[in-house]
T-cell receptor, first 115, second 120 residues
């Protein structure tokens, strides 16, 4: 079945440091790829997405490129802020039963940014 | 506009009792999903509803779990004879009809705040 593997946390960085969270996937066909973020005390929010190979998703200074050849979708940000502290989930969406496009999530990576 | 809402936000119950969790999707969204977020298993898909079609129940962990969606809108997830391993945050998400908003594989799901279930 489909699966997503992302680097285990927690990750602690100083403000303005460079961030990379690795994500690789296994899927049949051509999934869409997502990064979701969960800020403390809040619900899951879509951070960025890519729907086909070589697409780059970007939002709030975060970027991720859909790499079909390496089945990866690594999340990067050039300069993190304290407000980026959250749990980040990599996910894929592919056709399932009854026309479902349910999300398959990685385990999540907790990021803490210290001043 | 209003987002996805869920109630209750927290539910504490005793082992063996039945619980009902409610989800109100975004108005106009035809697709509705339930997920479970637990420490041991991460985020897991439970069930999917699309309009009046038969739901995809492939993620339900046991026959103690069931869900319905009335009138294509509000959904209720029911857990019968709760067990301690059912303790988790239950998340609901809704989306527009998959495939209509940008391509056959595009699917942006909007999540509710979740219901935290604790089984004592």
């Amino acid at each position: 079945g489909d699966s997503v593997t992302q680097m285990e946390g927690p990750v602690t960085l100083s403000e303005e440091a460079f961030l990379t969270i690795n994500c690789t996937y296994t899927a049949t066909g051509y999934p869409s790829l997502f990064w979701y973020v969960q800020y403390p005390g809040e619900g899951l929010q879509l951070l960025l997405k890519a729907t086909k190979a070589d697409d780059k998703g970007s939002n709030k200074g975060f970027e991720a490129t859909y790499r079909k050849e390496t089945t990866s979708f690594h999340l990067e940000k050039g300069s993190v802020q304290v407000s980026d502290s959250a749990v980040y989930f990599c996910a894929l969406s592919a056709p399932g039963g009854a026309g479902s496009y349910q999300l398959t999530f990685g385990k999540g990576t907790k990021l803490s940014v210290i001043p | 506009g209003a987002g996805v809402s869920q109630s209750p936000s927290n539910k504490v119950t005793e082992k063996g009792k039945d619980v009902e969790l409610r989800c109100d999707p975004i108005s106009g969204h035809t697709a509705l999903y339930w997920y479970r977020q637990s420490l041991g298993q991460g985020l897991e898909f439970l069930i999917y509803f699309q309009g009046n079609s038969a739901p995809d129940k492939s993620g339900l962990p046991s026959d103690r779990f069931s869900a319905e969606r009335t009138g294509g809108s509000v959904s209720t997830l029911t857990i019968q004879r709760t067990q301690q391993e059912d303790s988790a945050v239950y998340l609901c998400a809704s989306s527009a009809t998959p495939g209509l908003a940008g391509g056959p594989l595009y699917n942006e799901q909007f999540f509710g705040p979740g219901t935290r279930l604790t089984v004592l």
